[in-house]
């Protein structure tokens, strides 16, 4: 198995992620909120390809519940892997990068939203010592980038995850 080398993206990648993962619209407007300042891309690289990518949401939340009972926590966003690439870690690799990139800048904990149905993320998350936090789960929007351009919203409920990046880095 070849070396994985997560990094933060950079505008002159765009091309290797859409040929790799597809998502041209996505990867565009997360490149344009990264040099705005409002997150960070981190894409994990085998050789010389895209094989997974984690978005670090530094903004405020845009759902109010996580603006009045999480504020100012930085969320994890839109984890994924390449179906010919999972079950190597990769996702656990993107994760722990994307928290160290936040434990460096400054922040003390992270949070993330789960679809219920999707008990294996969930139970990952659990392993890397997320745990939910003591409120219903919550209305989000999740954009939908289709490849002719559109961006679809579609109202999804979602499960809170939150950890400490103070006790992680105590590990």
């Known amino acids: 198995m070849a070396q994985v080398r997560i990094r ?3 505008g002159k990648d765009l091309p290797f992620l859409v040929s790799a993962l597809g998502q041209e619209r996505y990867f565009a407007t997360q490149l344009a909120r990264q040099h705005a300042g409002h997150g ?14 984690v978005y670090l949401w530094l903004s405020s939340a845009e759902e109010p519940e996580l603006r009045d009972r ?20 990769i ?6 990068e994307a928290e160290e990139r936040l434990r460096t800048l400054g922040h003390e904990r992270v949070a993330l939203g789960v679809e219920p149905g999707n008990v294996r993320v969930r139970r990952l998350y659990h392993r890397l010592g997320y745990a939910e936090w003591p409120y219903p789960p919550i209305l989000t ?3 939908v980038f289709h490849p002719d351009g559109r961006i679809e919203e579609e109202a999804e409920t979602c499960h809170i995850l939150v950890k400490s990046l103070r006790e992680a880095r105590a590990q």
Request: proline share 7%; aromatic share 4%; glycine share 6%.
């Open 70 to 89: 999480l504020p100012g926590v930085p969320l994890l966003t839109h984890l994924e892997v390449s179906p010919a690439h999972r079950n190597r870690r």
């Open 40 to 53: 960070v891309l981190l894409v994990a690289w085998q050789a010389f390809n895209a094989v997974g990518d």
């Open 91 to 96: 996702g656990t690799q993107l994760v722990h």
């Open 141 to 143: 929007t999740r954009h």
């Open 8 to 10: 933060q993206a950079l």
